[in-house]
Nanobody
Framework: QVQLVESGGGLVQPGGSLRLSCSAS????????MSWYRQQASGKERELVA?????????NYLDSVKGRFTISRDNAKKTVYLQMNSLKPEDTASYYC????????????WGQGTQVTVSS
């Protein structure tokens, strides 16, 4: 059974930092592109925040987080991270980890999400 478990969310002041982690089990981690999505409580459409490939670690970011967020992965630990710096109130959202199989994009898994709140 595949599980993605996010952690590291919380309440932080504007300008602060958080590091999200997503631990995967039940899959061959090195075969999956890993991504972070977020969804704001206002019902705004879910956004793809960042993606990292399994080999080589190529990354892509949402324009609004470029230069502030960094996605990374440790294939040995089956974990993907999202380092978030210079946080803004508009970064407040539930953050979800996803895994998509590289050779079959229909194989996709989601975590339960972790809440990030940026507020003074």
């Amino acid at each position: 059974q595949v599980q993605l478990v996010e952690s590291g969310g919380g309440l932080v002041q504007p300008g602060g930092s958080l590091r999200l982690s997503c631990s995967a089990s039940g899959l061959i981690f090195s075969g999956y592109d890993m991504s972070w999505y977020r969804q704001q409580a206002s019902g705004k459409e879910r956004e793809l925040v960042a993606t990292i490939t399994p080999i080589g670690g190529a990354t892509n970011y949402l324009d609004s987080v470029k230069g502030r967020f960094t996605i990374s992965r440790d294939n040995a630990k089956k974990t993907v991270y999202l380092q978030m710096n210079s946080l803004k109130p508009e970064d407040t959202a539930s953050y979800y980890c996803t895994a998509v199989l590289k050779w079959d994009r229909n194989v996709e898994y989601w975590g339960q999400g972790t809440q990030v709140t940026v507020s003074s």
